[in-house]
């Protein structure tokens, strides 16, 4: 409690005691409210490394502001889980629903943060700065129900998790040849697998691996291929620069020639015949044995796998990252330029108590001294500053580097991104980057034979490798996976209905004969179609109305 300063006594003497007790109160009411706070928390996606808050910034979270919070993470159906969260009335205090808000929406399940925000988050408003109408719903229902978490503000993209992925060992092996399409990608591989059929337990090299279980699908399997064919993330979407009409990605036949070159990689024996009924712990059992040559997959989605592979020092198992394309002259657009996406973060729930002490907490992580914690750990134990920079000393770079599961179990740092925040390049009024991921600290990261591989290329990060956004268009609606669709639409029916299709025929024309993919691959289009007509018009609704929203349409 704030101590009762001579003003406050010089009061009570003229108005009472009862004034005194009142006054006392509002002086105090942050002090107060301090004490232990438990904030139950559902996530939607898996969390190896979480520690139930016995982490360095954990502990020092909640000795700070007194809040613990109890989370449970999914398993199973993620979706499914969701719905019945919904359909409960029964909500933890706060919940991170990725791209199913629209049901908890409808289920008034969520409260609208912007009062809170206004009254109780001055930093939170500090980091959107004049955005904050890429928080909004929509146009037609303009609350703000999710605070984005998945995506940062003012985010500048040092590095890259371009998909095409080959071992450094076949890089090495091979002269670290340039690495730019399709066939620059296939020729490693081959090359490597012909030299190394079987691995050094005797068991045989996978050339290339790919992961289809669950929604993981669309990320190793059919997400590449627009990556290949020179377009941004708009997940399931390709949205047309002219017209903003939408349409499954599918149909665009650079796609097509895609699936077509994965097919050919099955049919002279490079892609893993497990492809796709292998489960996500099988296939990272296999990264993590060193035993696959070739990935096309996320950076995070692998993360386990390679921390085990660093653990058990096998540098040159680990994998170099390219922006492939089908062929020369099409662009890798990893770096187009989104702005801030807004999308998947955190919502308050209608069954919070105190959502205005949870608000807060959110704020504080917010905070210029939240987001150095979250991101940098504890000063003298995580980081120092030496001439006014904030360096991480050599052996907590080593197990950041070589063993990042025990990394963030122990330390906490990555565990907690539960609000707003500024992304990489943002620099603090020290002088000093919010984050850790800027250039000099991007290359502490680096194994000596990444660091050789590069020099080989004549860069300094992988990142260097992909085409800079100022060679894009700015995209004004930044990705159509993020908007967020109605509870009412019946657009919620379109991931099940498209994925059905998806998961029917495209393996099964990767897997035919050569002759056999046209026929497949002509039937899947058709019956995709038949299945997702309905709701290209509603898409392009959404897209069009994030444009209002935004100021780019009338």
């Known amino acids: 409690m704030k101590m009762v300063t001579n003003k406050a006594i010089r009061w009570a003497a003229r108005l009472g005691l009862a004034v005194l007790v009142v006054f006392i109160t509002a002086v105090s009411c942050d002090q107060l409210n301090t004490g232990p706070y438990t904030i139950k928390a559902f996530f939607m996606d898996p969390n190896p490394c979480w520690n139930n808050m016995q982490d360095d910034v954990g502990k020092f979270l909640t000795e700070k502001t007194g809040i613990t919070i109890e989370a449970e993470f999914v398993v199973g159906d993620a979706v499914q889980k969701i719905n019945l969260i919904a359909a409960s009335g029964q909500y933890p205090d706060i919940i991170s629903p990725k791209g199913e808000a629209g049901v908890l929406v409808k289920a008034g399940a969520l409260i609208d943060l912007e009062p809170l925000i206004e009254k109780y988050a001055p930093n939170i408003k500090k980091v959107i700065g004049n955005q904050m109408n890429r928080l909004r719903y929509s146009a037609e229902d303009p609350k703000i129900y999710i605070l984005p978490t998945v995506d940062a503000v003012n985010h500048i993209y040092y590095d890259t998790d371009a998909f095409f992925k080959l071992q450094m060992a076949a890089l090495k092996e091979q002269g670290y040849p340039l690495v730019k399409t399709l066939d620059d990608f296939e020729r490693v591989i081959a090359e490597y697998v012909k030299a190394h059929p079987k691995t050094e337990d005797g068991k045989p090299t996978i050339g290339l691996s790919l992961l289809a279980d669950d929604w993981r699908f669309v990320i190793s399997v059919t997400n590449p291929a627009f990556w290949a064919t020179g377009l941004h993330d708009d997940g399931e979407w390709y949205i ?10 599918h149909f665009r036949p650079e796609e097509r020639e895609y699936f077509r070159w994965l097919n050919h990689m099955n049919d002279i024996g490079l892609l893993d015949k497990e492809s796709f009924i292998q489960k996500y712990d099988q296939y990272l059992s296999k990264i993590a044995s060193g035993r696959v040559v070739g990935l096309i997959d996320a950076n995070w989605e692998i993360q386990d796998a390679i921390n085990s592979l660093k653990a058990a020092g096998k540098f040159d198992k680990i994998y170099g990252r390219f922006g492939v394309v089908l062929k020369e002259g099409i662009k890798s657009a990893w770096n187009a330029p989104t702005g801030f996406r807004g999308g998947y973060g955190i919502g308050i729930t209608t069954s919070c108590k105190d959502p205005v002490r949870v608000i807060k907490f959110l704020d504080y992580l917010a905070s210029e001294e939240g987001q150095i914690l979250i991101n940098w750990g504890i000063e003298g134990k995580h980081y120092v500053v030496q001439n006014g920079k904030r360096v991480i000393p050599q052996d907590v770079m080593n197990l950041k580097i070589n063993d990042n599961n025990t990394f963030r179990k122990t330390t906490g740092i990555g565990n907690y991104w539960l609000s707003l925040r500024y992304g990489d390049g943002v620099k603090d009024p020290t002088g000093n980057y919010y984050t850790t991921n800027f250039p000099e600290q991007i290359l502490e990261t680096y194994t000596p034979l990444e660091k050789e591989a590069l020099a080989k290329y004549g860069v300094n990060y992988w990142g260097d490798l992909l085409p800079k956004a100022s060679e894009f268009e700015p995209i004004p609606w930044a990705a159509a996976w993020s908007i967020p669709t109605p509870p009412d639409s019946e657009l919620n029916q379109f991931w099940n209905v498209e994925q059905d299709v998806c998961r029917k025929y495209i393996p ?43 100021g780019y349409l009338k």
């Open 240 to 249: 047309d620069r002219k017209t903003f009409e939408a349409k499954p990605h």
């Open 508 to 550: 099964k024309a990767i897997m035919a004969k050569p002759s056999e993919f046209d026929a497949i691959y002509d039937e899947f289009l058709r019956e995709l179609e038949k299945a997702t007509a309905k709701f290209n018009k509603l898409m392009t609704a959404l897209v069009q109305d994030r444009m209002r929203l935004w």
